[in-house]
């Protein structure tokens, strides 16, 4: 088909232009298909080895008589959870189709094209895209050992400024910041700046290196909190996630949020997954698990990784990573590049699997290795 009007693309809007869009992970369809292989372990996307809990797919088989109908747009039921589970106000909680959405919709509360948004160089691929969505200017703060300079981060506030974007840990890198610079970074923030602290991957951090975010809430009313059951919970593929702030903000992300941006199954799996500490608990030994398998055998290989607080590690090559990460798909392996937009291209980020996913990973990466 040819299109006939080649002009429209400069209706859209200038940041819209210059947007590349989100490259996810490979399908484990797409390389069977492409490959013929039969045997695919995909590490490219930060989801659960575990699979899907039972008790989920229970909860969920239950309700679908009730997809005729539109879902509780208030989630009533999940916010409820949440709110017991986490000692908040219900009127503190948004929920989001995926965390994600929630990034999108408080770009969209807050900033219009004359004002600024500061996030970190390798910082997640999603920020750029909603700063750029929404023709705002982006201020990208050259990174620290491959973290944020929270320095240099509140150094390049102005007036213009109206959002920062923290990652905790930041993917696709891993970094973990200590939670008193956090805080010493929202209290230096002037008020009029909102500070986005995105914790899709709060579950996995360790007890003792975690902040307590959530009682910041009280202090800091230019704080937001993003949380997601796509990662720790393991429900990428039903998309839910929500954020935690003062309630007046919440009231405002409540007011530009698709009024049914929570399907039926999702509200209903997400709060059964909250019931499930044995899950959760299950998931996270298997990342501390699998994490120091493959860096075990990345010291035995003597390749250098960026020591990660999340379910993903990236390895740091020294040299370009797109063969290794060819020569891993045409074994069945599917990793992430993390050059483009990230700037990483010397590193590959690999999710952490099961332990005979992260096997098959490992010997493929043996014989990538001298194959290039
Ligand atoms: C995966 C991820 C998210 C969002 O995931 P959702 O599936 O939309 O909840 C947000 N932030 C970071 C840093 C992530 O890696």
Known sequence: ?????????????????????????????????????????????????????????????????????????????????????????????????????????????????????????????????????????????????????????????????????????????GTLLKPEAIKAFISALPETVLCVLDEAYFEFIADDKRADSISWLAEFPNLIITRTFSKAYGLAGLRIGYSLSSPEIADLLNRVRQPFNNNVLALVAAETALADEKYLQLAVETNNKGMKQLTTAFEFLDLKWIPSAGNFVSIDFKQPAMPIYEALLQKGVIVRPVGGIYEMPNHLRISIGTEKENQFFINSLKTSLTDI
């Open 1 to 173: 088909m040819t299109y006939r009007s080649a002009s429209i693309f400069n209706l859209a809007l200038k940041g819209v232009q210059k947007l590349i869009p989100y490259k996810p992970g490979k399908p484990i369809d797409e390389l069977k298909r492409e490959l013929g292989l039969r045997k695919i372990v995909k590490l490219a996307s930060n989801e659960s080895p575990l699979g899907i809990n039972p008790n989920i797919t229970k909860a969920i088989t239950k309700v679908l008589p009730e997809l005729s109908r539109y879902p509780d747009g208030s989630g009533f039921n999940l916010k409820t959870a949440l709110s017991k589970k986490l000692s908040v106000d219900i009127e503190q909680i948004t929920l989001g189709n995926g965390s994600n959405d929630l990034l999108e919709i408080i770009t969209r509360t807050f900033v219009n094209p004359d004002l600024e948004i500061i996030y970190s160089q390798h910082a997640f691929a999603v920020y750029p895209i909603v700063t750029q969505a929404v023709g705002a200017t982006a201020r990208v703060i050259p990174a620290k050992n491959y973290g944020h300079d929270l320095e240099a981060m509140l150094n390049a506030v102005n007036n213009k400024t109206r959002l920062v974007f923290i990652a905790n840990p930041n993917n696709p890198t």
